[in-house]
């Protein structure tokens, strides 16, 4: 069964759903969803005048596509709620991400913070992933037009992307403007912390793994045809028994 920390299934959501069909949509929805925000976080970070006329066409249009999904999203809730007044007064937060999309990086850091529980090393890299995505797309951003720099198209902030993140720094490709490292600074923490945490997977994967072995090999083999000392001991005893309850009957007959 999920933990309610998981799912984003709160004590205020379980009172008010009797039946559980909320809080199962709710464990269905909230990853996907938490996803989408993590995917989007680049119009967040982007300030508005760095987008071009397209740019800011896209980003204006994707900024309603975000809030017509969460809508949705929002109204289903609620009509899944027994008293769908009080969901609605109890989730004032949701209702704010409908009119403003970027405010649903808050439930994201839900997302964020599973990461670091053990045994969701696919879900870390996904995220981790995304996060540099952002990352490349912002940088993209701060430095195309900017004096000096080399990055000029995706692809570039791609590249440079990825070889910052698998630590090769090739320095074909790097920012110069300060909200271009401010990004590169935070893939490199990303970086960083995305090798210590598969390290740790893995280490504790292979200590799991000789623990096993360990409990495996120490356990005891039976063998009901294996004769021990203490089974040689007791039956040596039994026959000086038998000896010398006999002994006494044998001297009398003799004499």
Same mark, same amino acid.
């Given at each position: 069964?999920?933990?309610a920390r998981d799912t984003g299934v709160d004590s205020q959501v379980e009172a008010d759903d009797p039946g559980g069909r909320l809080a199962a949509y709710i464990a269905r929805?909230?990853? *996907?969803?938490?996803?989408? +925000?993590?995917?989007?976080?680049?119009?967040v970070v982007i300030p508005p005048g760095d987008f071009s006329h397209d740019g800011a066409t896209a980003a204006l249009v994707a900024r309603i596509g975000l809030s017509g999904?969460?809508?949705?999203?929002?109204?289903?809730? !609620?009509?899944?709620?027994?008293?769908? /007044?009080?969901?609605?007064?109890?989730?004032?937060?949701?209702?704010?991400?409908?009119?403003?999309? @970027?405010?649903?990086?808050? #439930?994201?850091?839900?997302?964020?913070?599973?990461? #670091?529980?053990?045994?969701?090393?696919?879900?870390?890299?996904?995220?981790?992933?995304?996060?540099?995505?952002?990352?490349?797309? $912002?940088?993209? #951003?701060?430095?195309?037009?900017?004096?000096?720099?080399?990055?000029?198209?995706?692809?570039?902030?791609?590249?440079?992307?990825?070889? !910052?993140?698998?630590?090769? /720094?090739?320095?074909?490709?790097? @920012?110069?403007?300060?909200?271009?490292? =401010?990004?590169?600074?935070?893939?490199? +923490? =990303?970086?960083?912390?995305?090798?210590?945490?598969? !390290?740790?997977?893995?280490?504790?994967?292979?200590?799991?793994?000789?623990?096993?072995?360990? $409990?495996?090999?120490?356990?005891?083999?039976?063998? *009901?045809?294996?004769?021990?000392? +203490?089974?040689? $001991?007791?039956?040596?005893?039994?026959?000086?028994?038998?000896?010398?309850?006999?002994? @006494?009957?044998?001297?009398?007959?003799?004499?």
């Amino acid at each position: 069964m999920a933990d309610a920390r998981d799912t984003g299934v709160d004590s205020q959501v379980e009172a008010d759903d009797p039946g559980g069909r909320l809080a199962a949509y709710i464990a269905r929805s909230q990853t *996907p969803l938490d996803i989408l +925000a993590l995917l989007t976080l680049w119009i967040v970070v982007i300030p508005p005048g760095d987008f071009s006329h397209d740019g800011a066409t896209a980003a204006l249009v994707a900024r309603i596509g975000l809030s017509g999904i969460y809508g949705v999203d929002m109204a289903i809730r !609620t009509l899944l709620a027994r008293r769908h /007044g009080h969901y609605l007064r109890t989730h004032l937060l949701g209702l704010a991400v409908v009119a403003v999309p @970027p405010l649903r990086i808050v #439930f994201s850091l839900r997302l964020v913070r599973s990461l #670091f529980q053990r045994g969701h090393l696919s879900r870390f890299l996904l995220a981790a992933s995304l996060l540099v995505l952002n990352g490349a797309i $912002a940088v993209y #951003f701060y430095e195309r037009h900017a004096a000096g720099s080399n990055i000029h198209t995706l692809g570039n902030s791609l590249w440079w992307a990825v070889t !910052t993140v698998t630590t090769v /720094g090739y320095g074909d490709y790097f @920012p110069v403007t300060a909200l271009g490292k =401010i990004a590169a600074s935070f893939i490199m +923490a =990303i970086a960083i912390l995305t090798l210590a945490v598969v !390290t740790a997977q893995v280490s504790s994967n292979f200590i799991d793994q000789a623990a096993r072995r360990r $409990a495996t090999g120490e356990a005891p083999q039976s063998n *009901p045809n294996e004769v021990t000392m +203490a089974d040689l $001991a007791q039956r040596l005893s039994r026959i000086e028994e038998l000896l010398l309850s006999q002994s @006494p009957g044998q001297g009398s007959v003799g004499r």
